[in-house]
């Protein structure tokens, strides 16, 4: 039996540097983006409920970006606090900020897509930029630099929104850890030409993309999802690029709870279940070889089984994985990770699941 496992082993091990090097490589191993500024029309669009603490503080920054030709459409989703009112001012003090107000729909209630749908359609410009409202661009050219990707094809950027570091804290570096992964994978796979995800606090398309899939309508009913399900069926290897110069970042404040995490986690996790076939399947693959790998590895080292090569095995997947989470990392301006990676790495595994077995039990809160 144990020769089994151990060939099982090996098996896994392949396909974890089949991932590593044959995908992830795609981007760890990269060369650095040029800024080529294209000065096209932008609405950035930003959708807010309750946020009216982080409006105050993130949307003058946006206001403040070095870009010639953009407006800035802040969407108010029936907020209960004074987000509504804190727009109303910036719309005072910007001429180039438009104000969306929604109100509760019975139909869509409660559906940020539904409250975006309204945003999208508002704008003026011909390009969109997204970012949420606890979301701050890392620098002036944010703008520009998420811009220069487009060209006459590629008409969909996926970007980079990374979380602020918090020293001392071992939740945010797996937060930052978990955050840096999911990027290598969406990165990596949009390079090969099989995009399936982006982030709703770094992500920009034409406005044609929208309406060329009937935005939201296919999903509108799943709360989640009015990125990585938009993404997934809208996004194509003709259509799609990334954009990873620091100047295009973003970042948010990270949560400050294992609970808070453990819940935005949950819903993240259940929107994926609605993606396309393959990205289910090889999303669903590169989990069940992580958790197997160290599964076995337990095993065999217990019961002293063939342990020269099994460490040896051992070796050469740390070595190789950490190179290639070395390197991406870098690109991502978050280089700590990397001397965390052992750790963390188990505890995310841990993490995930903890939330396939809870997301079984009871469905996860979404946008209120």
Known sequence: MLIYI???????????????????????FAKPQLIKP????????????????????????????????????????????????????????????????????????????????????????????FTDADCFPSSKDWITSMTS?????????LGYGGYEKVERSFLNKIIRFETVLTAIQY???????????????NLAYKKEEFF?????????????????????????????????????????????????????KRRHISTAEHYKFFDKMQLGLFFISQLFFFLLVIVLLAFQFQWIAVLAILA???TVVWTVIGFSAGKLKEKDIKIWFPVVEIA???????????????????WK
């Not at 309204?118 to 410009?125: C, M, N, R, W």
Request: net charge neutral.
């Open 316 to 318: 050469t997947r740390y």
């Open 348 to 366: 995310l595994i841990l993490t995930q699941i903890n939330i396939f077995i809870t997301n079984i039990f009871s469905k996860p809160v979404y």
């Open 6 to 28: 151990f060939y099982f082993f090996i098996a896994i091990v392949v396909v974890q540097l089949f991932y590593y090097l044959g995908v992830f490589g795609k981007f760890a």
């Open 187 to 201: 990165f990596s796979w949009a390079k090969m030409g099989l995009p399936y995800m982006g982030v709703g606090r």
């Open 38 to 129: 294209k000065n096209l029309p932008v609405s950035v669009i930003v959708c807010a409920k309750n946020e009216e603490e982080n409006v105050k503080k993130y949307v003058p920054l946006l206001a403040q970006q070095d870009y010639p030709d953009f407006e800035i459409v802040l969407i108010d989703d029936a907020s209960s606090d004074e987000t509504l009112e804190v727009f109303e001012e910036f719309e005072k003090e910007f001429s180039n900020i438009r104000l969306v107000k929604v109100e509760n729909n019975e139909a869509f209630w409660g559906n940020k897509k539904y409250a975006l749908t309204l945003g999208i359609k508002a704008a003026k410009k011909d390009y969109l930029l």
């Open 212 to 264: 060329n899939v009937n935005g939201f309508i296919d999903h509108i009913q799943i709360r989640s999802g009015d990125d990585d399900l938009f993404i997934n069926q809208a996004a194509n290897k003709t259509n799609t690029t990334i954009s990873y110069t620091p100047e295009s970042f973003t970042y948010s404040e990270p949560k400050k709870t294992y609970k808070e995490w453990f819940t935005q």
């Open 149 to 157: 990707q487009f060209t006459m094809n590629k008409t969909i950027v």
